[in-house]
């Protein structure tokens, strides 16, 4: 049986994500192509192709492959392809889509007017039910690198030891879709 407070934390999630979907209609966009393209706003270099942007948004590659090209269309995304395999996609935000992206939202103003403990308290919160939830799914935690197992901090910025590449401070702050949670011993 649902505690009241299982059934209320529930509501509340939900009723924010109306909220929220309710900011992310227009600018001739809905809130699917508005979750792709603030993914592709956070996301870093290795982390642009359809199939992590579907990983991401939990849904199917086909949506997220109409969904790409209906951003492409509207100039808010470009489509790049690799040199070393043209089948290999990735897409890049455009100025157009990043002055969308930086747009401030109903719910990041209400965030502002919490204090700092609600805030931390919040945060802390969410981040463990985002974690229970991802991991009961099955689904990959697309975290921020710096807070990743396989991130190394560097005087400039960081280095990944799983891609063995050096990570600026821009890349270091950036989603990515083989981050993996720091096991804590």
């Known amino acids: 049986m ?9 509501d509340l999630i939900e009723r924010l994500g109306r909220i929220s979907a309710a900011d992310e209609w227009g600018d001739d966009i809905n809130p699917t192509q508005w979750t792709a393209l603030s993914y592709l706003a956070r996301a870093n270099r290795f982390s642009r192709s359809p199939s992590h942007v579907a990983d991401f948004m939990a849904t199917t ?28 996609i990735s897409y890049s935000i455009t100025e157009k889509g990043e002055m969308l992206f930086n747009k401030t939202s109903t719910i990041e103003e209400a965030v502002l007017l919490l204090s700092g403990q609600e805030v931390s308290t919040l945060l802390t919160g969410l981040e463990a039910l985002a974690r229970t939830a991802l991991k009961q799914r099955g689904y990959r935690s697309f975290g921020v690198c710096d807070t990743c197992d396989y991130h190394r901090k560097e005087p400039k ?20 879709h083989e981050h993996r949670l720091v096991v804590e011993a």
Do not use: F
Request: with cysteine.
């Open 2 to 10: 649902k505690t009241d407070d299982q059934r209320r934390i529930k």
């Open 61 to 88: 590659r086909g949506t997220v492959s109409q969904t790409l090209k209906s951003l492409a269309r509207k100039g808010l995304i470009t489509e790049n392809r690799s040199e070393h395999d043209k089948r290999s």
């Open 157 to 176: 910025g960081g280095y990944c030891n799983l891609l063995k590449l050096p990570l600026s401070p821009t890349d270091a702050k950036k989603i990515c």
